[in-house]
Every structure is written in C-alpha cells, then in structure tokens.
C-alpha cells in the first residue's frame, strides 16, 4: 500500500491560486490517486481522483506526474470556506472491490481574509 | 445526491456498555466503510463491507464488530465500551468501480466514561 507525504500545513490569502502537493513514490500501477478535504465537525468530502496526467472538474484541478510518484491539487481562487484539511489518498481498487481510503495526516490550508 | 446518514450523532456511554453505531446509506452502493477520528489525527479504517452479509477487518479492528444486514445498513457495534474508543466514528460508502467516489457520513461523536 502506497504511502503519500504532503505539507502540514500551508496558508493562503483569499483569491489566490493553492497547490497542494502529494508524494507517492511506492504507488502500485493498480492505485488510483483521491483527493479528500474535511472541515471542522464533518466528513470528509471527494474533491477529485485521477489515475494519470490532467483532471479537471468544478472544484479543482489534478496534476499527476509522468511516473505517478507526484500530484497536485490546485484550488483556484480560494475563498474562506477552502480553510481545511486537505487529503491526499493512493488506494488500490483491487479487482472491483472498491477503494479502500487509508488516510494520512492530510495538509491543513488557512485562508486569511 | 448520495447520502450517507448516522445515529446518533452524539452519544455518550458507559465503560462496559454496549454501544451500536448505525449507518444508512441510499446510494445503493455495495461498500461500506467504518472509521474513527482522534482529535487532530487522520481517520483510521475499523471495519468495511462488500455487501450485505459481509464484514472485513481494517486497520485497527480490535474491539469492534461490524455488521451488513442489507445493501443499506452498516452497524459498528462496541460489546464492551472503553474511554479509549471515545472518538469521532464515520461511516462511508463507495462504489466497487475504480475511481468510484466515497461519500462520508457527518459523524458520530461518542464518548465513554
């Protein structure tokens, strides 16, 4: 099972563009990548997943390194309600079974105003 | 949009008690998932399912046991209560095709005395 390494904490200004990084060097070929953020006194909440190269949604953008062994989450314009504890998760699906998220100390983002 | 629903939210209990946590999910998902939360710490995977019938240990299962009854419910049950299992238990939920998102609940505080 890979393990991941992200920045404790990092802190931000409203507006501005966040790069969350995440190293996985001992990721397996069958692993995908999740991207996990959790604010005070609820779950956590999907942000994104890839398994390679770019992806793209509504919250967020994944960057994956040509090995595998690098990703980052970039928040664009980050507001106030982006202070979290940002995650990121390797997990193999194994078979279909589905992924199994194994969690990690995780990246605490503070956005002043 | 995917649910997740615990209860109860909070509960407290006595050393020696039998507590059950239960979870419901309507995502019609064949995962289930059970974790804890330490303040300031990352969530730890107790137990899991494949499907209804079915129990898998996680990471740190001793002390509990889980039970899948049916596609929707997912129950952790504590036979013996100790003021180390007080934390903060999510339950989850995913799908079984890679890259498939899991969705959390918003937690169960339970604290034993």
């Known amino acids: 099972l890979a393990k991941t390494t992200q920045p404790p904490s990092m802190e931000a200004y409203e507006g501005q563009e966040v790069n969350v990084s995440c190293s996985h060097t001992n990721i397996a070929t069958s692993e995908y990548i999740y991207w996990y953020r959790q604010v005070p006194h609820q779950g956590p909440q ?17 960057f994956i390194s040509a090995d595998r062994k690098l990703s980052t989450l970039s928040l664009p314009w980050v507001s106030l309600r982006d202070a979290a504890v940002y995650y990121c998760i390797v997990t193999d699906i194994g078979n ?18 | 949009e995917a ?12 050393t020696g008690g039998k507590v059950t946590l239960s979870c419901n999910q309507t995502n ?3 995962n ?6 330490d303040t300031g710490h990352g969530l730890r995977l107790i137990h899991y399912s494949y ?12 002390g509990y046991k889980a039970s899948r009854p049916s596609q929707e419910n997912f129950s952790l049950i504590l ?9 903060v238990y999510f339950c989850a939920s995913g799908g079984t095709t890679g890259g498939t998102e899991v969705f959390f609940g918003k937690g169960t505080r339970l604290t034993v005395v």
């Not at chain 1, 999907?46 to 967020?60: C, L, M, P, R, T």
């Not at chain 2, 997740?4 to 209990?13: D, E, F, H, L």
């Open chain 1, 96 to 113: 279909n079974a589905g992924a199994k998220l194994t969690f990690g100390g995780g990246t605490r983002l503070t956005v002043r105003p």
């Open chain 2, 79 to 87: 036979e013996l209560a100790t003021p180390s299992q007080t934390s």
């Open chain 2, 28 to 30: 019609n998902h064949n």
């Open chain 1, 46 to 62: 999907f942000i994104i997943q890839g398994y390679k190269d770019y992806v793209v949604n509504e919250v967020a953008s994944l």
């Open chain 2, 3 to 14: 649910a997740v629903t615990q209860s109860p939210r909070n509960k407290v209990a006595v």
């Open chain 2, 51 to 62: 499907g209804a019938g079915s129990t898998e240990k996680g990471d740190i299962p001793d």
């Open chain 2, 32 to 37: 289930m998932y059970w974790y804890r939360q």
